[in-house]
């Protein structure tokens, strides 16, 4: 098939999908365009590490969606690999995929869904009495309950920030258990802080499949994580990339949009990475990542786009904690900081309310000091940005979520 005629179906899928501003269009008027699509062998896939599973290199993070008709629009499109969580929606997400995916064959689509260890410190990783292989049971059997599936192809410990943890054995015990069962096909891990150290952990553990990291071209420490996941690859352990858009805007005001599609090629031109799982909100943004699956090269306008944001302070914070050691009242500084990105950055409030709930702070904590002592190697005004969202804790959360 000819260029032209490519682009042409492509234009009319775009006008199709998109319509009036905000309008919700319906799979069936825009099935055929989308099945085109799907035949065209232009979708860049790669195999999931040792699982063997092959799927495309951009895949759907359902994590804030609750439109079924765009998830199946999606998977009409040539979307298969869809990634959700116990916690995402107080459990709304899964339910919502579960009233979807027992209308769809199960080889139409690799689900994923993550489970977060109970009574963690966030700042220390230090393991509690509610930290145990029942809890991880417990949660899990939830998911498939609004999930209405025998099993999930791929099951994360979420959130994990320290090798403690990716190696406590009751939550390898409670994960070795659940794959014995059937009820899960691979497991895995999530961590969006010490990202080095936990894929060392997984590569040492010998037991993991899968790990989903944070990495994108702002990440302070880039290219240690790339050397760890190369040696993670060469153990077959697939490794899936989240947190790709740094945030997504350069300022809190989102008047200085970070170039997304460069953003999310810059991650998957390292072939050591097998998909990433950007949050998919609207049609336009479902487009504008599949068309990444069709070519990562960067043009030189992406590549100027890119170098401009590194020089910009931005909204990602990458969890280095220096940030704790400086400050006066050693706050989780790093947190915060986060909280800061989910709020300005994607308009995540459910998930800055989230972080906030496990700091116990009061609002600005930072507003006795005299002088802020933390010097942030991004350049942030931490007491200004503390300040700024811990304003949330103050605001009735059915006014935000």
């Not at 109970?118 to 220390?124: A, C, E, K, N, Q």
């Not at 989240?242 to 460069?262: L, V, Y």
Request: with cysteine.
């Amino acid at each position: 098939m000819g260029k032209m005629q490519n682009l042409n179906r492509r234009g009319f899928l775009r006008s199709s999908l998109l319509g009036t501003a905000g309008a919700l269009i319906g799979t069936e008027a825009i099935g055929s365009s989308i099945r085109n699509i799907k035949k065209e062998p232009l979708i860049i896939r790669r195999k999931l590490g040792k699982t063997g599973v092959e799927i495309p290199i951009v895949s759907f993070g359902v994590m804030r969606s609750d439109n079924t008709t765009l998830v199946k629009a999606a998977m009409d499109m040539g979307f298969v690999h869809f990634d959700t969580a116990h916690g995402y929606q107080e459990g709304r997400n899964e339910t919502m995929l579960g009233e979807l995916f027992k209308t769809v064959p199960r080889s139409s689509f690799v689900l994923a869904t993550k489970v977060a260890p109970d009574d963690i410190d966030r700042r220390t990783g230090e393991m509690g009495p509610g930290a145990t292989k029942e809890s991880i049971l417990a949660k899990f059997d939830l998911s498939m309950q609004r999930l209405q599936l025998e099993y999930v192809d791929i099951l994360y410990l979420h959130a994990v920030s320290a090798r403690k943890v990716a190696l406590a054995p009751q939550f390898l015990e409670a994960l070795s258990e659940l794959k014995k069962q059937g009820k899960v096909k691979f497991v895995g891990m999530s961590t969006h802080q010490n990202e080095a150290d936990v894929i060392q952990a997984a590569i040492d553990s010998n037991f993991y499949d899968v790990v989903l990291t944070a990495i994108n071209f702002k990440h302070s420490q880039a290219e240690l994580l790339k050397e760890k996941i190369a040696l993670a690859a060469e153990k077959g352990i697939g490794i899936v990339a989240m947190k790709t858009m740094a945030g997504a805007f350069m300022d809190k005001e989102r008047q200085q949009p970070i170039n997304c599609s460069a953003a999310l090629k810059w991650v998957l031109q390292d072939t050591n990475i097998t998909t990433a799982i950007p949050a998919i909100l609207t049609y336009d943004q479902m487009i504008q990542n599949f068309s990444v699956m069709e070519n990562l090269e960067l043009n030189e306008q992406e590549k100027a786009d890119l170098e401009e944001a590194k020089l910009v302070a931005g909204l990602y914070c990458d969890g280095c904690k220096l940030c704790v050691q400086e400050c006066k009242k050693h706050l989780p500084v790093n947190e915060y900081m986060r909280a800061y990105m989910y709020t300005y950055g994607y308009r995540n409030y459910e998930n800055a309310y989230a972080v906030l709930d496990t700091i116990a702070e009061t609002s600005d904590p930072c507003r006795d000091c005299d002088a802020c002592t933390v010097k942030c190697p991004k350049g942030f005004h931490v007491a200004e940005r503390i300040g700024d969202v811990s304003r949330l804790s103050d605001i009735p959360r059915d006014l935000m979520v």
